[in-house]
């Protein structure tokens, strides 16, 4: 079940993007498809998007479409920090905090200022964005990873954003808030992970 | 370790131009009619005539079917409309041999480095890095090249014993243990690893169709006793590759000092 | 070169989808006239020299042209369009100049696609989602914006030559 999405994307990808680019074994990241398939390929990423927009869609406006921007924008700042190898506070536990905060955020149905919102948003776009930068600049054609990776990034968001706002109802609302805390919990393993490894 | 999934949808690009090899205009020449030769590296797309300089090929000769070595090197003209030219007056199969010495360096960041090590098969250099934590350090490396390529003068009809199945003496060697030209398709082709004078276990062999050759027509790694077998799919223009390195003493500017070896060849069946 | 086909893909969508097709009525007309002007007027003039120069202002004109959509009615006069229009316009025939004709097929597909969607989308009043991608192509611009000034991009450079 939990390789539907990304054996979906991949397929629906597999079909768009030019065939020619193919090489035997190398595990380097490659062009547009490589990219956007990039933060799907890691369930810490992936519930990290899709968080910020089920966030959004429970906060409403103007965070529904401040918090989708924002983080896409971040990211490039960390993606341009990785990039340049700029020190860092440990990526990886970042990742995982930001599953663990983003779904609790979600989960406690937290209804933050928009400067908090945001603050909290852009800097763990940071550490999603640093991470993705350290791989760019070895891609094969670091321009179409790069636009593929914010892009999917985005589409995530939005997913978030329709799930949430498709639980407009009493019993959507719990589902959701249930899911966050799923996604919350999800985030201590990868923490603890993270912090073990 | 954060729960990750092996990428489903890599569509890699590779941007890399490991292999290395020679390269014959024909693979048939009547006695004494020139037989030109480039100097070729990459695959796919990637392909190219090496760069190399001159001044770094340290052996440029032919083994002659009685097994003696005739040099080339007053024929090579690197970098012109072809890098070599040789001509042989007794039919016979002879094997070219070139080698360089490692003076070529290569660096690499973290990420490609890994990839190239593992593409190419080199787990030993893999566990290196690991064990030592340095899977994100930039990678650096000596290497050097070690090609043959078989040619075959005068009719099939009328050839003598040939040295093909035999060492040719380089550090890095893929010596056939069935001559290559006269398995017809689908047989058996079994090649034996040298490294360094002894079986090399564990090595990545690659099979080459040079006229498709972004990816290898097959993979094999070498047993024991160094060996690995390969089926030959049949008439058309054939490279076998292997990559090996070791890792270089702690006051080297590099960490590995690389061979790569190579026998092109062309099937005729 | 790099390859300047996203590039010009991206720079058709920013500007005719996000500015043109974004703008107000008599706006749309006018910016498409001076898009495809200068397009063609740009394309006889002689060698544009390398493109990495001219990749770098896509990117940027890029992030000039959805960052624009952020900015207040008031603050986006007619002349903002038209200035987008034609410089973009001009970029791209010149980067169609060193990267071959056939490449403005992308930005000419993406232009005509964008401004339609566009336009659809600001006469139902759904301006947000187009703001919303136009600020993932201000990060797009940002990001590859940057790749054009990094000192070394590996990716591009292959090894083991000799």
Excluded at chain 1, 36 to 58: K, R
Excluded at chain 2, 81 to 110: I, K, M, Q, W
């Amino acid at each position: 079940m939990r390789n539907i999405v990304p054996a979906v994307a991949a397929a629906a990808l597999a079909i768009i993007s030019s065939p020619a680019a193919a090489h035997t074994g190398t595990g380097l990241a490659g062009g547009f498809a490589s990219g956007f398939m990039h933060p799907l390929s890691g369930w810490d990423h992936l519930l990290a998007m899709i968080s910020v927009g089920l966030w959004g869609a429970f906060l409403g406006r103007p965070l529904i479409y401040l918090l989708p921007v924002t983080f896409p924008l971040m990211m490039v700042v960390g993606a341009v920090a990785g990039m340049f190898a700029l020190p860092m506070p440990p990526v990886e536990i970042g990742i995982a905090l930001s599953v663990l905060v983003l779904g609790g955020c979600v989960a406690a149905a937290f209804r933050a200022p928009v400067w908090l919102a945001v603050t909290v948003v852009a800097t763990f776009a940071l550490f999603h964005g640093y991470a993705h930068g350290r791989e760019l600049p070895s891609a094969a054609d670091p321009i179409g990873y790069s636009t593929g990776f914010v892009l999917a990034t985005g589409a995530l968001h939005v997913v978030g954003i329709v799930i949430g706002l498709a639980a407009d109802h009493r019993h959507g609302a719990i589902a959701i808030r249930l899911a966050g805390g799923a996604i919350a919990v999800l985030g201590v393993v990868f923490l603890v992970q993270a912090a073990g490894a | 370790m954060p729960l990750r999934f092996a990428p489903l949808c890599l569509l890699a690009v590779a941007a890399d131009a490991h292999d290395f090899w020679l390269q014959p205009a024909r693979w048939q020449a009547a006695p004494g009619e020139p037989i030109r030769m480039t100097l070729q590296v990459g695959h796919g797309p990637y392909r190219q005539r090496s760069p190399i300089p001159a001044r770094r090929i340290v052996r440029f000769a032919a083994i002659a079917p009685n097994g003696r070595q005739i040099d080339l090197r007053p024929g090579m003209h690197i970098g012109g409309a072809d890098d070599a030219t040789a001509a042989f007056g007794a039919p016979g199969t002879y094997v070219v041999v070139l080698e360089t010495d490692n003076r070529a360096e290569s660096h690499l960041p973290a990420i490609r480095f890994n990839d190239y090590l593992k593409v190419e098969g080199l787990t030993p250099a893999i566990a290196l890095r690991t064990s030592a934590g340095r899977m994100d350090a930039d990678g650096a490396e000596n290497y050097s090249r070690h090609a043959k390529t078989i040619v075959r003068v005068g009719l099939a009809g009328a050839q003598p014993a040939s040295r093909v199945t035999k060492p040719a003496g380089l550090a890095l060697e893929i010596v056939p243990e069935a001559d290559p030209l006269t398995i017809g398709r689908g047989g058996a082709l079994p090649v034996r690893i040298y490294y360094r004078g002894t079986p090399l276990a564990g090595a990545l062999v690659k099979l080459n169709d040079l006229d498709h050759d972004a990816e290898p027509v097959a993979m094999r790694r070498s047993d024991a006793q160094g060996r690995a077998v390969f089926r030959l799919p049949g008439k058309g223009n054939w490279q076998l590759n292997v990559v090996w390195t070791r890792p270089q003493p702690k006051t080297s500017l590099t960490d590995f000092d690389t061979s790569f070896s190579s026998l092109s060849f062309g099937a005729i069946e | 070169m790099r390859d300047p086909h996203l590039a010009l893909a991206l720079l058709g969508v920013a500007t005719g989808g996000l500015t043109v097709g974004f703008g107000r009525k008599g706006g749309v007309l006018l910016g498409a006239i001076a898009l495809a002007a200068t397009v063609g007027a740009v394309l006889p003039t002689p060698d544009a020299g390398t493109g990495e120069p001219l990749l770098a202002l896509a990117w940027g004109l890029i992030i000039i042209a959805a960052g624009s959509l952020w900015l207040p009615d008031r603050l986006r006069p007619h002349a903002l369009n038209l200035v987008i229009a034609i410089v973009s316009g001009g970029t791209a025939g010149l980067l169609g100049r060193v990267a071959g004709v056939g490449t403005l097929g992308w930005f000419a597909v993406a232009l005509t696609f964008s401004t339609v969607v566009s336009i659809l989308l600001a006469r139902k009043r759904w301006r947000l989602p187009i703001r919303v991608v136009a600020g993932w192509l201000v990060a797009i611009g940002a990001l590859n914006a940057t790749l054009t000034i990094l000192p070394v991009t590996p990716g591009y450079l292959p090894d083991h030559l000799e």
